[in-house]
């Protein structure tokens, strides 16, 4: 297949990439590069089957020739980012995801949107299933990427309803792996890096909030699979393997053999008390479920920020 990448520079988009090149197809990488990195893309920048272009999908967007798939993973995706960059992450989720489907829709492509678990907003169940709605501050500092990710699947639910476009959502929980930014503001590089550094690794409230996290090859199967299959509703990805973000700091505190000391700061506004994904959807309609434990997968984080510039 030709398939067309936004944000493919990103952590998660440049690994979709390399397992879709492996695949044998051919690959476009779309990213202005607001939070990608070319760094990411550029072992493949050689392979005939590859092609980047800089580009905002909030804009137009063409392509000549053919294009079978659509995989729309164009956002910025960490708190650090879209507290940053509220305006660019609403636009994205919304002009950026019309864009992306106007497109899907002219060259009769199917589609992918990369959704998130934050659509669940501070969640009153757990684990959640597809079919909680959620409990969200639109107006609270996170709505703007809550609130762009629900909007762009109202969008793309209604594209495949109206349009009959073959759609897919994926609702992805928190991923981690290679690749990663140092400074992105997630748990596991933060602690990870204060962790090599001796430095105090800073946990948010008493450190109570629940956690799950999925090593980014698993992540990656597990998309491929949804976007092979026939299912057009949402569908969550993640590792169900819960724990708190406290012992997720005491985990890699042993496992890097760090001295840092653990400190405590203020939770932020509207920060999740409990994240878990319910993947029975997914392992009884994709036969998928994660294969790399959290040790294991630290172990393999750990490295690539010792050996990261």
């Given at each position: 297949?030709?398939?067309?990448?936004?944000?493919?520079?990103?952590?998660?988009?440049?690994?979709?990439?390399?397992?879709?090149?492996?695949?044998?197809?051919?690959?476009?990488?779309?990213?202005?590069?607001?939070?990608?990195?070319?760094?990411?893309?550029?072992?493949?920048?050689?392979?005939?089957?590859?092609?980047?272009?800089?580009?905002?999908?909030?804009?137009?967007?063409?392509?000549?020739?053919?294009?079978?798939?659509?995989?729309?993973?164009?956002?910025?995706?960490?708190?650090?980012?879209?507290?940053?960059?509220?305006?660019?992450?609403?636009?994205?989720?919304?002009?950026?995801?019309?864009?992306?489907?106007?497109?899907?829709?002219?060259?009769?492509?199917?589609?992918?949107?990369?959704?998130?678990?934050?659509?669940y907003?501070?969640?009153?169940?757990?684990?959640?299933?597809?079919?909680?709605w959620?409990?969200?501050?639109?107006v609270?500092?996170?709505?703007?990427?809550?609130?762009?990710k629900?909007?762009?699947?109202?969008?793309?639910?209604?594209?495949?309803?109206?349009?009959?476009?073959?759609?897919?959502?994926?609702?992805?929980?928190?991923?981690?792996?290679?690749?990663?930014?140092?400074?992105?503001?997630?748990?596991?590089?933060?602690?990870?890096?204060?962790?090599?550094?001796?430095?105090?690794?800073?946990?948010?409230?008493?450190?109570?909030?629940?956690?799950?996290?999925?090593?980014?090859?698993?992540?990656?199967s597990?998309?491929?699979?949804?976007?092979?299959?026939?299912?057009?509703?949402?569908?969550?990805?993640?590792?169900?393997?819960?724990?708190?973000?406290?012992?997720?700091?005491?985990?890699?505190?042993?496992?890097?053999?760090?001295?840092?000391?653990?400190?405590?700061?203020?939770?932020p506004?509207?920060?999740?008390?409990?994240?878990?994904?319910?993947?029975?959807?997914?392992?009884?309609?994709?036969?998928?479920?994660?294969?790399?434990?959290?040790?294991?997968?630290?172990?393999?984080?750990?490295?690539?920020?010792?050996?990261?510039?």
């Amino acid at each position: 297949m030709r398939i067309l990448v936004t944000g493919g520079a990103g952590f998660i988009g440049s690994w979709i990439i390399d397992f879709l090149l492996k695949e044998g197809h051919q690959v476009i990488c779309m990213d202005n590069l607001i939070t990608g990195s070319v760094s990411n893309i550029s072992h493949n920048l050689g392979n005939e089957k590859f092609k980047f272009i800089k580009h905002n999908v909030c804009d137009y967007i063409y392509l000549e020739g053919d294009v079978d798939y659509v995989l729309h993973f164009a956002s910025p995706a960490s708190p650090i980012d879209y507290l940053r960059l509220p305006i660019q992450t609403l636009k994205v989720g919304s002009l950026g995801t019309h864009k992306a489907l106007g497109f899907a829709k002219e060259k009769k492509a199917k589609f992918l949107l990369a959704s998130t678990s934050e659509v669940y907003g501070d969640p009153k169940v757990s684990p959640q299933k597809e079919d909680y709605w959620g409990n969200v501050n639109p107006v609270g500092p996170r709505g703007v990427y809550d609130e762009s990710k629900r909007f762009a699947e109202a969008l793309t639910i209604a594209y495949h309803h109206y349009h009959k476009m073959d759609n897919k959502i994926a609702r992805i929980f928190n991923t981690y792996g290679p690749r990663m930014r140092a400074d992105d503001g997630r748990a596991i590089p933060t602690f990870v890096n204060q962790a090599l550094n001796n430095k105090e690794i800073t946990v948010f409230g008493k450190g109570l909030q629940t956690r799950s996290f999925c090593f980014i090859s698993d992540l990656v199967s597990g998309i491929y699979k949804l976007m092979l299959s026939s299912l057009n509703e949402p569908v969550n990805l993640g590792n169900p393997e819960e724990l708190t973000v406290l012992d997720l700091a005491r985990t890699i505190i042993r496992i890097t053999r760090s001295k840092s000391p653990i400190i405590f700061k203020p939770l932020p506004e509207d920060d999740p008390k409990v994240r878990c994904p319910d993947i029975s959807k997914a392992n009884k309609d994709l036969s998928w479920q994660p294969k790399v434990g959290l040790e294991e997968g630290l172990k393999k984080a750990v490295e690539w920020f010792k050996n990261s510039p």
